[in-house]
């Protein structure tokens, strides 16, 4: 079992949507979170991070913590085309320094 | 620089060779990860420097696979007898340490491995 899952997609929505990324991860004592947007030939680069269930939104971006389900998304809202990209979401599981990425989520923003 | 700098960016070799990768982090980073990609994959880890401290290895695939960081700043990632398995972007990254970081990760552009 991967430690954490994500669907690979592509996941396509029009333009103005909202994108819905989902991420689930298997070690129940993982302490944070991140989601990272990797464009197509380009390094990941930080987005968001959360450390406490609930939500947390920095601009269009809102990140959703659920511990007890051990899951993860994020939210993008008035989705762009420049948002086309693949997601990868990041667990800080114990060690705290090896983050564990999942596969990534290839999303798709269709003017 | 201002980046995490890694070098070369792109390497082709022939099955067998032995290959060098390079990375130079954020000045005053003090953890060096190294991960790697293969084509539409996500990121593997292979291997963590944290100061002075013993490197976590492991991430490594195999005992083809060495990584080396000298003086706590530039980091080689040494591949030997490469096979076409090996084929992959690996990326290096650093970040700050302690407690008031914030577990991001500053990657640098990856060196895009071929191996025929």
């Known amino acids: 079992q991967k430690e954490v899952e994500q669907n690979s997609g592509p996941l396509s929505v029009p333009e103005g949507a909202i994108a819905s990324l989902n991420c689930t991860y298997s070690d129940r004592g993982s302490q944070s979170f991140f989601w990272y947007r990797q464009y197509s030939g380009k390094s990941p680069e930080l987005i968001m991070f959360?450390?406490?269930?609930g939500d947390k939104e920095d601009g269009r971006f809102t990140a959703q913590l659920n511990k007890a389900s051990q899951y993860v998304s994020l939210l993008i809202r008035d989705s762009q085309p420049s948002d086309s990209a693949t997601y990868l979401c990041?667990?800080?599981?114990?060690?705290?320094?090896?983050?564990?990425f999942g596969g990534g989520t290839r999303l798709m923003v269709k003017p | 620089g201002a980046g995490v700098s890694q070098s070369p960016s792109n390497k082709v070799t022939e099955k067998g060779k032995d290959v060098e990768l390079r990375c130079d982090p954020i000045?005053?980073?003090?953890?060096l990860y190294w991960y790697r990609q293969s084509l539409g994959q996500g990121l593997e880890f292979l291997i963590y420097?944290?100061?002075?401290?013993?490197?976590?290895k492991s991430g490594l695939p195999s005992d083809r696979f060495s990584a080396e960081r000298t003086g706590g700043s530039v980091s080689t990632l040494t591949i030997q007898r490469t096979q076409q398995e090996d084929s992959a972007v690996y990326l290096c990254?650093?970040?700050?340490?302690?407690?008031?970081?914030?577990?991001?990760?500053?990657f640098g552009e990856g060196s895009r491995l071929t191996v025929l």
């Open positions: 990254a650093s970040s700050l340490e302690g407690r008031s970081n914030t577990g991001e990760l500053f």
């Open positions: 420097f944290q100061g002075n401290s013993a490197p976590d």
């Open positions: 000045s005053g980073h003090t953890a």
């Open positions: 959360i450390y406490s269930n």
């Open positions: 990041a667990v800080n599981p114990a060690p705290w320094h090896m983050l564990t």
